[in-house]
Structures are given as C-alpha cells and as structure tokens.
C-alpha cells in the first residue's frame, strides 16, 4: 500500500509539472474531467481529443448496459486508439522522439514523471507526422 501511494504521489507531481510547463495551472491535473479538458488543450490546442472522449465514455456506458459485445469490443478499440493519438501528440508537444512516446505508451507511470519533471519544454501542440 505505500508503494502504491509513493507512486501516486511522484505522478501527481509529475502531471503538475507537465500542466505548469504548458502554461496551464498545475492544480488542474487533480480534478478528473477538467484535467482531461485541459490536457486534450496541451496535446491537441483545442477540445476535440475531450469531445471525442466524451463521446467514447458515454457510448461506453450504453454498451455496458445494452450487453452488446460487439459494441463493446469496437468502443474499447476507438478508446484505445484515441488513448494512443493523445500520448502521441502530448510527445510531440514535448518534442520527444518515438522512443520516448513508445514509452509513455506502455509505461505512463514511469514516462509522464519523467516528461514533467525532466528537462523537456513544452512547445505547443504539433502535427502527428512533423
């Protein structure tokens, strides 16, 4: 339990600094679906990545209720790709290489620290394939 509080607590700290850098309040990154609104704002420069979703967390829902498997399966492969297209471009704002957003990809605990308490420097949302 205290491992698990340790890395809460130096991934809070890391997702501050990851707000702070990009101009945007650090305490932001502890309200849940403000902290979404803003980081689709670092990654994306507008809220099309939380509009999108929005919309993926609420067709979610109906699948869960309806029990449509089908469904389902195609709600959590848009979710995993919208996951994949916003750890993308949030490196590229860093302007981090494919290795370290490789990284982000399959290790946040680990990378998003890093990114926020690292020497990187936010320089504004960017096209995926610059």
């Known amino acids: 339990m205290l491992l698990g509080i340790v890395i809460g607590v130096i991934l809070l700290i890391g997702n501050w600094n990851v707000f702070s850098k990009a101009g945007k309040p650090g305490w932001a990154c502890i309200i849940p679906i403000y902290s979404n609104y803003i ?3 670092i990654a994306f420069g507008n809220a099309s990545h939380f509009i999108a979703y929005i919309v993926v967390t609420v067709l979610y829902q109906i699948t869960i209720s309806t029990g449509s498997l089908g469904l389902l399966v195609l709600v959590l492969i848009a979710a995993i790709v919208l996951y ?3 750890i993308i471009k949030l490196g590229k704002a860093f302007e981090k290489g494919a290795g370290f ?3 982000m990809i399959f290790l946040p605990f680990i ?3 890093i990114l926020g308490l690292g020497l990187s420097y ?3 949302p960017k096209k995926i394939f610059d």
């Open 39 to 41: 980081m689709s704002v």
């Open 111 to 113: 990378f998003m620290p």
């Open 122 to 124: 936010y320089v504004g």
């Open 84 to 86: 994949i297209l916003y």
């Open 101 to 103: 957003i490789f990284g």
